[in-house]
């Protein structure tokens, strides 16, 4: 893919007997978010390791912004270009915040002109710059996590690889620091992000790629997936009696569009050919002199596309529902 910063052709590396990754075939492209979802112990993170060069596939290929991180000649110029968050950050704790980017700043060779605005303006983008003069020892999780993000930026790298960024984090600034990462395309960056929490995939990726056992199990947009794995439709319909539900429901059996129509007291609960049919369907009902009071369609969510996708194949619209 022309456009992609990653690219994961056929990668298949082994520990002993144990196939951590098989297979695996994926494009990360620019300037958007790339979400691994998957359990622990799915291949995510020893991904992650490949695209850094920190480990060499045992078989395929892997691209990051157009060359091989494993390549002894090119691969530190490839990872200069890379800002990093690992699972398990580290951090000089007896250190100031400011030390610590200063530090990282050197590692990653920042011009020594430049790199005290660098630091300013990281530590700003996460909202730490009114504590850098604290030792990291004295920081919050939130604000450790805040601290790793900012040192990940210090060298304006075009490729962020995040892993688990929002581990031990509370909602409120596992939320912030989301809004930030989202930030970060806005910028240019691209990102490749690891996580196990299926509400930060859904509010934050533009590419889904679902893992388990090192290999893929569904790849797309949230939509697209969606659509992939949830073609049918369940409606809810309130009527305003229970014989109005009866008839509502012997008007949709004889609908094309509709595939089962049960009622139950005031409700029907239907499942339609797709959410297209929705609007149809209403006015098939209100045509029927049905008092429509309600019409509430199931709108798949991530959790359902996730546990659906660990299936070998896609569920049943029984299973759906």
């Known amino acids: ?84 968050v690992p699972a398990k950050p580290a951090l000089y704790e007896r250190a100031t915040g400011w030390e610590n980017l200063r530090y990282a700043a050197d590692i990653y060779r920042v011009a020594p002109d430049e790199r005290d605005d660098r630091i300013r303006e990281a530590a700003q983008r996460f909202d730490i710059d009114h504590v850098l003069k604290k030792r990291a020892g004295e920081y919050s999780t939130g604000m450790k996590t805040r601290l790793v993000l900012a040192r990940s930026i210090l060298h304006s790298p075009n490729l962020l690889l995040y892993d688990e960024p929002t581990s031990g984090l509370d909602p409120e600034s596992s939320k912030a620091v989301l809004e930030l990462i989202r930030e970060m395309t806005g910028d240019g960056k691209t ?47 309130e009527t305003g009696s229970e014989k109005q539900a009866a008839t509502a429901a012997a008007i949709a059996r004889d609908a094309e569009y509709v595939l089962n129509a049960t009622s139950s007291g005031c409700a029907v609960a239907l499942t339609v050919t797709s959410v297209d049919a929705v609007p149809l369907l209403v006015r098939a009902l209100v045509r029927g002199d049905v008092d429509v009071c309600s019409v509430t369609p199931h709108a798949p969510t991530l959790e359902d596309l996730y546990f659906a996708s660990q299936q070998d194949t896609p569920p049943s619209s029984e299973v759906r529902r």
Do not use: W
């Open 191 to 237: 990102v490749l992000m690891c996580t196990h929490l299926l509400v930060e995939a859904e509010d934050l990726a533009d590419q889904i790629i679902v893992m388990n056992h090192g290999q893929i199990r569904a790849e797309g947009t949230k939509d697209a997936l969606i659509e992939q794995y949830f073609s049918e439709v369940a409606v809810g319909v």
């Open 1 to 84: 893919m022309e456009t992609a910063a990653v690219n994961l052709s056929d990668v298949s590396l082994s520990f002993g007997d144990v196939a951590a990754i098989d297979r695996l075939t994926f494009a990360a492209p620019k300037e958007k978010i790339t979400v691994l979802l998957g359990p622990n112990g799915a291949g995510k993170t020893t991904a992650m390791r490949l695209i850094t060069g920190a480990l060499a596939p045992s078989g395929g290929s892997v691209q990051v912004l157009g060359e091989n991180p494993a390549d002894p000649r090119v691969g530190d110029r490839v990872r200069a270009n890379i800002g990093i």
